[in-house]
T-cell receptor, first 110, second 118 residues
Framework: GEDVEQSLFLSVREGDSSVINCTYTDSSSTYLYWYKQEPGAGLQLLTYIFSNMDMKQDQRLTVLLNKKDKHLSLRIADTQTGDSAIYFCAEKDGNNRLAFGKGNQVVVIP | NAGVTQTPKFRILKIGQSMTLQCTQDMNHNYMYWYRQDPGMGLKLIYYSVGAGITDKGEVPNGYNVSRSTTEDFPLRLELAAPSQTSVYFC?????????????????FGSGTRLTVV
C-alpha cells in the first residue's frame, strides 16, 4: 500500500509564509490532495493537483509537485490565525482510496 | 444539502459492548469510507464501499463490520468493543468517475464520532 510521510509540527508568525512538505511512494498516483482539519472537526479539502502538473496556485495556496522525488509541498502565503490546523496530504490509489499522511500541525503565532 | 452526517458525536462504551456508528450522505455519492484517526496519526481506512450492496476491507478492518443497503447509508458496527478501538471515527463519501471535475471535489467528510472504550 501507499506510504505518505509528513513532518509533524510547524510554528509560524502571522503574515509569514508556511511551507508543509510531504513525500509519497506510489508513483502511479494520479491525484494528490491537501486537507485541513481544524480542532474537533472533520477534514476539509483545500486543494489538489493532478500528477501531470508541477505547480498549482489557488489564492494564498501554492502546491508544488516533484514527481521524480515523489515530493509534494503546500505553501500558504500571508499565514493567518485561521490557518492554525492540522494539514494532511493524501494520494489516491487505483481503487479511488485515499492514503493519508500523519499530518502537520501548524500553529500561527499572532 | 447536509453533506455527510455522522451520529453520535461522542460515545463512551464499556469493554465488550457493541454499537453502531451511523453515517448518511445526501450527495448521491457512489463511494463511501470509514476511517479512524488516532492521536498523532493520520487516518487509517477501516472499510469502504463502491456502491450499494458492495463493501470491502481497508487497512484495519478487524473488530468492525459494515453494510451498504442503500446509496445513502453506510453504518459501522463494533461488536465487542476493546480499548484499542478508542479513536475518532470519520465517515466520508466521494464520486468515482474519470472526470477531473469530480476529482476536484475529493472526499466529503463527516464531523466525526469520538469513541472511548473503558
Amino acid at each position: 500500500g501507499e506510504d505518505v510521510e509528513q513532518s509533524l509540527f510547524l510554528s509560524v508568525r502571522e503574515g509569514d509564509s508556511s511551507v508543509i512538505n510531504c513525500t509519497y511512494t506510489d508513483s502511479s498516483s494520479t491525484y494528490l490532495y491537501w486537507y485541513k482539519q481544524e480542532p474537533g472537526a472533520g477534514l476539509q479539502l483545500l486543494t489538489y493537483i493532478f500528477s501531470n502538473m508541477d505547480m498549482k496556485q489557488d489564492q494564498r495556496l501554492t502546491v508544488l509537485l516533484n514527481k521524480k522525488d515523489k515530493h509534494l509541498s503546500l505553501r500558504i502565503a500571508d499565514t493567518q490565525t485561521g490557518d492554525s490546523a492540522i494539514y494532511f496530504c493524501a494520494e489516491k490509489d487505483g481503487n479511488n482510496r485515499l492514503a493519508f499522511g500523519k499530518g502537520n500541525q501548524v500553529v500561527v503565532i499572532p | 444539502n447536509a453533506g455527510v452526517t455522522q451520529t453520535p458525536k461522542f460515545r463512551i462504551l464499556k469493554i465488550g459492548q457493541s454499537m453502531t456508528l451511523q453515517c448518511t450522505q445526501d450527495m448521491n455519492h457512489n463511494y463511501m469510507y470509514w476511517y479512524r484517526q488516532d492521536p498523532g496519526m493520520g487516518l487509517k481506512l477501516i472499510y469502504y464501499s463502491v456502491g450499494a450492496g458492495i463493501t470491502d476491507k481497508g487497512e484495519v478492518p478487524n473488530g468492525y463490520n459494515v453494510s451498504r443497503s442503500t446509496t445513502e447509508d453506510f453504518p459501522l458496527r463494533l461488536e465487542l468493543a476493546a480499548p484499542s478501538q478508542t479513536s475518532v471515527y470519520f465517515c466520508a463519501s466521494s464520486y468515482s468517475r474519470p472526470d477531473p471535475v469530480f476529482e476536484g471535489y475529493g472526499y466529503t467528510f463527516g464531523s466525526g464520532t469520538r469513541l472511548t472504550v473503558v
